[in-house]
């Protein structure tokens, strides 16, 4: 059996040089590509059709980490706390996870990742926490600390999927997050929570693996609960 095929989402930045480039933390790739899967890099600007060309030979996808989301994805208002913010990268990422979910294919969300599939399956989101849910916690770790910076616990839900791969003790988690899930869409389950009450991570129910979670595992290799996520997925990659 050749490695399974992983399409990763990327976002646009300047180059050195000024000029327009596709981006992706390498963290990501390595830690896919450790996992036993073959990472594929899927550009922006793309038509649907071309988009459907690719995932149809992709085996599992991962929605990464990045800008946030326009708050008209989620009927809401834009207001000044949404930053970073790539329409072109919502409208792909929607038109993705629709069809990722509707060809049943296995895929795994961090961060943003998380943010996307809750607004995408109907979902919404605080623009920034600190603002708008009472008590928050600082999840904002960055740009100042180290990406793998333990930042908060995360209370795992006990029969959930996640919990079965990350272990039942108590999880530090990073946190480089400033939106978090709102209202959670439907067919969704909460499977981690901060201890603010925010949402950290979510499985899509009945459905071959489709997992998502608000930190960022790919930081965090050093881990092995977290390891283990990264082959859990690829695991389901390989078997779909
Ligand atoms: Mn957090």
Known sequence: MPAP???????????????????????????????????VLIPLGLSSTDLQAILSRLD?????GGGDIHPRQFAAPLDDLSKDIDE??????????QSA????????????????????LGGTLYTDILAQHD??????????????????PVQLAETSRIAGI????????NSLHHQGVQTLAPGLSPTAYAPDGIIEAVELQE????????????????HDPMKALFRAFVQACSSG
């Open 135 to 152: 008590q928050a916690i600082k999840h904002n770790y960055y740009p100042d600390w180290p990406r793998d910076h333990l930042a908060h």
């Open 207 to 222: 459905y071959p693996f489709g997992l998502a979670v608000q930190w960022h595992p790919e930081w965090l290799q050093a």
């Open 60 to 64: 599992g996808i991962l929605f990464t």
């Open 101 to 120: 979910v509707r060809s049943r294919l296995p895929f795994l969300g961090i961060c943003r990742g998380l943010q996307l599939v809750n607004v995408g």
């Open 166 to 173: 990350l272990g039942q003790g108590p999880l530090l988690v």
């Open 5 to 39: 095929l992983i399409g990763l989402t990327t976002y646009r930045m300047q180059s050195r040089l000024g000029f327009p480039v596709f981006a992706l933390a390498e963290a990501y790739v390595q830690a896919v590509n450790h996992a036993g899967a073959a990472p």
């Open 88 to 97: 072109d990268r919502d409208s792909l990422e929607m038109d993705l996870l």
